[in-house]
């Protein structure tokens, strides 16, 4: 079976339970509470709610609500006369580097540490892992040029959303709304959360991911399909959901000279890294908290989008940082005190993942992600 049927069999299953930090999707009755887009401390929000299929312009920065009935965007379908680009895969095992191996993964999940209760107590165990890396070539290459390129977190294996990918770039690029970009949709070691490497690659407040995607996994894409990836940080985006959110902002807080252009559904911005680091207490709530406001600003630019009842607190820590509604309400508020380039979606009746506004919204958010983007002049 090819890549492209894959993808496209993968994409029929996707649904909001994809994140592997979430729990099974909540039922009504039982589920988080829904936190209502005026709530306190909320951004003030340019209201598109009741008017389905609705997003903002792709030119504009700022705060949307949007809801609570979602119009799946056209992008996603295969249109005859459409160039279709070439998806393609091959697997990395954890063995053949030396970054992130061996990997870990978590015999229980932890307790929380008595003697400092923003972190758990987990014991973990090395593991041998192998991950596949799906690329999508754009039918518009050149090749020798320096192609500008995607970093989707939480490649194949995991029913997610983002494996209509390939068709909605394959769509945007032919209508001149995004650059002729390679997509490289990267699995993610395996587990989840805190002892386990999905959490470790995901969570870490470090560059470290950043550094493996660089020198384990780009110059196996350029060597395996034969292209040229830009260095241009401008030419760089990265996105994800859930952890692979967080993530996404990680590599391009860390690595700003490697990524500028970030997407995130659900993004993970709360305290879920391991083990615990002394100088991000809180971890990916630190950047709400005190790295963004206390910092100068990044050449960053952001789009995120939250569910109106995403995750609340899905384990044992009860510390106040585990709210994904806040944390992203948080978010947008810090990025407009200090004047990023950002755009949030509020989405009601959805939840983690954003179920089917994603399906509305991924076309509007890369569109608005490549605004501005200049192709760097060749030396």
Same mark, same amino acid.
């Given at each position: 079976? $090819?890549?492209?049927i894959i993808l496209a069999n993968m994409l029929a299953i996707a649904s909001t339970a994809y994140a592997a930090d979430a729990?099974?999707?909540?039922?009504?009755?039982?589920?988080?509470? %829904?936190?209502?887009?005026?709530?306190?401390?909320?951004?003030?929000? =340019? /209201?598109?709610?009741?008017?389905?299929?609705?997003?903002?312009?792709?030119? +504009?920065?700022?705060?949307?609500?949007?809801?609570?009935?979602?119009?799946?965007?056209?992008?996603?379908?295969?249109?005859?006369?459409?160039?279709?680009?070439?998806?393609?895969?091959?697997?990395?095992?954890?063995?053949?580097? =030396?970054?992130?191996?061996?990997?870990?993964?978590?015999?229980?999940?932890?307790?929380?540490?008595?003697?400092?209760?923003? =972190?758990?107590?987990? !014991?973990?165990?090395?593991?041998?892992? =192998? /991950?596949?890396?799906?690329?999508?070539?754009?039918?518009?290459?050149?090749?020798?040029?320096?192609?500008? #390129?995607?970093?989707?977190?939480? &490649?194949?294996?995991?029913?997610?959303?983002?494996?209509?990918?390939?068709?909605?770039?394959?769509?945007?690029?032919?209508?001149?709304?995004?650059?002729?970009?390679?997509?490289?949709?990267?699995?993610?070691?395996?587990?989840?959360?805190? &002892?386990? !490497?999905?959490?470790?690659?995901?969570?870490?407040?470090?560059?470290?991911?950043?550094?493996?995607?660089?020198? *384990? +996994?780009?110059?196996?894409?350029?060597?395996?399909?034969?292209?040229?990836? %830009?260095?241009?940080?401008?030419?760089?985006?990265?996105?994800?959901? $859930? $952890?692979?959110?967080?993530?996404?902002?990680?590599?391009?807080?860390?690595?700003?000279?490697?990524?500028?252009?970030?997407?995130?559904?659900? &993004?993970? #911005?709360?305290?879920?890294?391991?083990? #615990?680091?002394?100088? %991000?207490?809180?971890?990916?709530?630190?950047?709400? !908290?005190?790295?963004?406001?206390? $910092?100068?600003?990044?050449?960053?630019?952001?789009?995120?989008?939250?569910?109106?009842?995403?995750?609340?607190?899905?384990?044992?820590?009860?510390?106040?940082?585990?709210?994904? +509604?806040?944390?992203?309400? /948080?978010?947008?508020?810090?990025?407009?005190?200090?004047?990023?380039?950002?755009?949030?979606?509020?989405?009601?009746?959805?939840? *983690?993942?954003?179920?089917?506004?994603h399906g509305q919204i991924l076309p509007h958010a890369l569109e608005w992600l490549w605004q501005g983007y200049v192709p760097?002049?060749?030396?």
């Open positions: 079976m $090819s890549p492209r729990p099974p999707a909540p039922k009504k009755d039982n589920g988080p509470p %829904t936190r209502p887009f005026d709530m306190p401390g909320a951004p003030t929000f =340019t /209201r598109l709610d009741g008017k389905p299929g609705a997003n903002p312009p792709v030119d +504009v920065d700022g705060d949307f609500l949007i809801g609570p009935e979602y119009v799946q965007a056209p992008e996603f379908k295969v249109v005859d006369g459409v160039p279709q680009g070439k998806v393609q895969q091959f697997t990395l095992n954890s063995k053949d580097g =030396t970054l992130l191996n061996p990997g870990i993964a978590r015999n229980v999940f932890g307790a929380v540490d008595p003697k400092n209760p923003k =972190t758990l107590i987990v !014991e973990t165990h090395p593991i041998d892992y =192998t /991950r596949t890396i799906t690329v999508y070539v754009p039918a518009q290459y050149v090749p020798g040029t320096a192609a500008p #390129f995607i970093v989707a977190h939480d &490649g194949p294996g995991m029913g997610h959303p983002d494996m209509g990918l390939a068709h909605v770039l394959d769509n945007l690029i032919a209508q001149k709304r995004v650059p002729a970009q390679i997509a490289i949709m990267i699995s993610n070691g395996g587990g989840d959360a805190q &002892g386990h !490497e999905r959490g470790r690659e995901y969570d870490t407040m470090s560059g470290l991911y950043a550094e493996y995607i660089e020198t *384990h +996994v780009l110059p196996r894409v350029a060597k395996e399909y034969g292209v040229t990836l %830009t260095k241009d940080p401008e030419g760089r985006a990265t996105l994800g959901t $859930s $952890s692979g959110g967080s993530a996404a902002l990680i590599m391009a807080w860390y690595h700003p000279d490697l990524y500028h252009r970030v997407l995130t559904f659900s &993004g993970t #911005f709360v305290n879920q890294q391991w083990p #615990f680091d002394p100088a %991000t207490p809180d971890g990916a709530w630190d950047f709400h !908290e005190k790295l963004i406001p206390e $910092s100068a600003a990044k050449p960053i630019r952001l789009f995120m989008a939250v569910g109106d009842h995403d995750l609340l607190n899905p384990n044992v820590m009860r510390d106040g940082m585990h709210d994904w +509604v806040e944390a992203n309400n /948080r978010m947008a508020k810090v990025l407009k005190a200090k004047g990023y380039h950002y755009q949030y979606l509020f989405c009601q009746h959805v939840g *983690h993942g954003l179920g089917p506004a760097a002049k060749a030396p």
